[in-house]
Nanobody, 124 residues
Framework: QVQFVESGGGLVQPGGSLRLSCKVS?????????MGWFRQAPGKQRELVAT???????DYADSVKGRFSISRDNAKNTVYLQRNSLKPGDTAVYYC?????????????????WGQGTQVTVAS
């Protein structure tokens, strides 16, 4: 069983910044998995916003490129999402997930359960 605990969300003004954290625990060797951050806005489907390979190479959705930065600390089993220049359209619940396999590149989320997510609201 693998657990994902997201934190760091909150209310932030447009143009502000937040760093989200996702602590992964359970029966997992964190370092062998690529990781991803997703978000789900009200009334919308969950979307992938950023991934990071096992070796630390990031990739981003076009909507967040240049504003978000994903990183990982394998010693802490934690993946981060630094979010700058926030817009109201970034308002969503943010989740992390591990890769469905142990290949270096992101292939999609695992079939396991998701964490509770962390709510981010961007409003003045």
């Amino acid at each position: 069983q693998v657990q994902f605990v997201e934190s760091g969300g909150g209310l932030v003004q447009p143009g502000g910044s937040l760093r989200l954290s996702c602590k992964v625990s359970g029966t997992i060797i964190f370092s062998v998995y690529a990781m991803g951050w997703f978000r789900q806005a009200p009334g919308k489907q969950r979307e992938l916003v950023a991934t990071i390979t096992r070796t630390g190479s990031p990739d981003y959705a076009d909507s967040v490129k240049g504003r978000f930065s994903i990183s990982r600390d394998n010693a802490k089993n934690t993946v981060y999402l630094q979010r700058n220049s926030l817009k109201p359209g970034d308002t969503a619940v943010y989740y992390c997930e591990r890769n469905r396999n142990i290949m270096n590149d992101w292939a999609g989320p695992s079939d396991g359960s998701w964490g509770q997510g962390t709510q981010v609201t961007v409003a003045s």
